[in-house]
């Protein structure tokens, strides 16, 4: 099922200093702001070559992460990223295997515009798993 590791998210309190900071500190490759109001994030991409780091900051008064910064000022580790060969065969097959996917179970195009699934937390140990088409 699982292909490849394809990032780590981070919800920071501040996108545009935490972009600053990945791009002149520590010298990365770091994409410009882009905002995805449908899922309620605004996202900068820090680009390792072989992996992602996705700094996310909430985007509106209805954004999902919008409380996980609030319990979290600082920031902290939101979710990882894995991708599938086939997001809909592996849905099928979660389901089989009483897995939960959150929403409505189906996959949904995401920051990269690939069909993506969140699995819930509870079935992996408290790690929120993204699962995103390659």
């Given at each position: ?32 702001k882009?905002d ?30 919008k ?68």
């Amino acid at each position: 099922m699982l292909t490849r590791f394809n990032h780590v998210a981070i919800v920071v309190p501040d996108l545009e200093k935490a972009r600053v900071k990945y791009a002149e500190v520590l010298g990365a490759e770091v994409s410009e702001k882009n905002d995805y109001p449908e899922h309620g994030v605004s996202v900068v991409f820090v680009n390792l070559g072989n992996s992602k780091i996705e700094l996310m900051y909430p985007y509106g008064d209805n954004s999902p992460i919008k409380k996980f910064l609030e319990k979290n000022l600082n920031g902290a580790i939101h979710h990882i990223c894995i991708e599938v060969k086939d997001i809909y065969k592996t849905a099928e097959s979660l389901k089989k295997k009483n897995i939960r996917i959150l929403g409505d179970g189906k996959p949904k195009n995401g920051a990269h515009n690939k069909p993506v699934l969140f699995l819930h937390p509870k079935d992996f140990y408290g790690t929120l798993i993204e699962l995103e088409q390659e």
